[in-house]
């Protein structure tokens, strides 16, 4: 992914489409003037074309050229909305049944939400790996502090700075990945039995954590449209006793939605009157598709009642099992929590997050990593709204996954048959919520190319839906 060259016209074609300045129809300068103009090869001009094909922008006419496109994937979905009653967290359908059962090979997996094998940078990771060995020896296999290594904690506290969020060092730890974050920070702010508001839909990941500590939950809607339902999230804590809204503003799972500075801190606002802790997961923050980190509900918290998480399971390699969390005001019972659950994470996993934090390997890859996610997003929004009638797949604004809506009408069961009768794995909605209102969406994770065994199946699979 080392073509960033044909951002400077397609830049330009964006800004003027969005403007209004090119409307729908509007033919576009032709390959040959693009590069005589832009001082560009015929490749940078193509794959220029290509990418703004692929974000659904600009059509191309066989043997005319390109033109803007004349639909607009607008923000027009009805949302389902569930009730404001508090739940026992208890799926519909047992979720284990979406995971693959173990045939992965054979499947297109569209279900896992991580880097896949070719994403990951192999390379970067085996010299550092072998750098850290060398330089740390034996120091790697003692018990590291519990709160996890000074340097990294500095080094996390630095790169959060870069956004705008101001977190203390010692404010942090060290943690075994996001998910072990999330459990503290819920088992630091809650008891059993209490309820937490989350959004609807949410990740499973986060509902699986709820229910192990015997919470209840109350989802509160994420739509298109406004994203998180501020007004929804007000009334909720009005009548109900919340003790945790947990968030994930930047590039939600499933919708990839991008939650505005002014959105977050006017949820921070009503959580702060009614003195509610908000759990923020920025696991996906560092895979924006603009031009700049967002910044974290974090930035804008004064009291300590914010509580982020992160980690590098989603931008580099689920393996490395290295989460972080800022624990805020609530740091001495989380870190009593965290020694409960294991003495400390792996030093040498920490050393080698270290080491790519405090050189320039980190953001490299990032930087190719963030292109390669949004090309690879689009490509399948494109191929989603073609081969399925009637679908509804928005574009993502960044993150790892797409959510897609099948007519009313859709038999779900024979959907999924399909899907396994040709061999491709998306998560049913209704493991997004422990209501029946995403019976007819479904999640797609776009962390490799759709193979042209891929395409066949989706095609067939798309087939099938017109019957
Ligand atoms: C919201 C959320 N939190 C945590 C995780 C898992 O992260 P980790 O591998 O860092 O524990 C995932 C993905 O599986 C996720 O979607």
Redesign the pocket.
């Known amino acids: 992914m080392k073509d960033y060259k044909y951002k400077i016209f397609t830049s330009v074609i964006e800004e003027n489409i969005n403007k209004g300045l090119l409307k729908p129809g509007d033919y576009l300068p032709s390959v040959r003037n693009i590069k005589q103009e832009y001082n560009l090869s015929t490749s940078s001009v193509q794959s220029g074309y290509d990418y703004l094909v692929f974000k659904g922008l600009v059509t191309s006419l066989p043997r005319q050229g390109y033109i803007v496109t004349n639909h607009t994937l607008t923000v027009n979905e009805p949302h389902p909305i569930p009730d404001p009653v508090p739940r026992d967290p208890v799926f519909k359908e047992n979720i284990l049944l979406t995971s693959g059962t173990g045939r992965h090979s054979e499947f297109t997996p569209l279900n896992v ?2 880097p896949s094998d070719l994403m990951v940078p192999q390379k970067l990771l085996l010299r550092t790996m072998q750098k850290v060995i060398k330089e740390k020896g034996a120091a790697l296999l003692r018990y590291y502090p519990a709160n996890g290594s000074e340097q990294l904690r500095d080094a996390l506290s630095r790169r959060s700075a870069r956004h705008g969020a101001i977190i203390n060092p010692d404010e942090i730890l060290i943690t ?7 459990y503290i920070a819920l088992a630091a702010t809650t008891d059993p039995g209490d309820i937490v508001a989350v959004e609807s839909p949410c ?1 499973f ?2 509902l699986e954590v709820i229910a192990s500590l015997r919470l209840k939950a109350i989802e509160i809607p994420v739509s298109y449209k406004d994203g998180f339902d501020i007004g929804y999230l007000e009334n909720a804590c009005k009548k109900n006793n919340i003790k945790a809204v947990v968030i ?1 503003p930047n590039f939600h ?1 499933p919708t990839g939605i991008l939650m505005s500075d002014d959105h977050k801190k006017e949820i921070l606002c009503i959580t702060d009157q009614y003195n509610i802790p908000i759990i923020e ?1 920025d ?1 996906y923050g560092d895979l924006y598709f603009s031009n700049s980190r967002p910044g974290s509900i974090k930035n804008f918290d004064t009291t300590g009642s914010v509580i982020t998480y992160s ?4 931008s580099l390699a ?1 393996g490395i ?3 972080w969390m800022s624990a805020g005001k609530f740091f001495p019972k989380a870190e009593r929590i965290k020694f409960s659950l294991g003495r400390s994470v792996s030093p040498f996993n920490q050393e080698v997050i270290n080491q790519l934090l405090n050189s320039a390997g980190y953001d490299k890859h990032l930087r190719s990593f963030r292109l390669q996610l949004e090309r690879q997003a689009l490509a399948l929004v494109n191929i989603f709204n073609r081969y399925f009638p009637g679908s509804y797949t928005p574009i993502p604004q960044g993150g790892y996954s797409i959510w897609s809506r099948l007519p009313a009408d859709t038999d779900m069961k024979a959907f999924y048959r399909y899907c396994e009768k040709y061999r491709l794995h998306f998560t049913p909605g209704k493991t997004f919520s422990f209501t029946d209102a995403y019976d007819h969406h479904f999640r797609s994770i776009f962390s490799q190319r759709i193979t042209s065994p891929g395409l066949q199946s989706i095609k067939e699979i798309g087939k099938s839906l017109h019957h």
């Open positions: 939400a991580a075994d990945g996001a998910l072990q974050a999330l990740v990941s986060i994930t799972n997961n696991i980690s590098f399971s989603k689920p099992r290295l989460g």
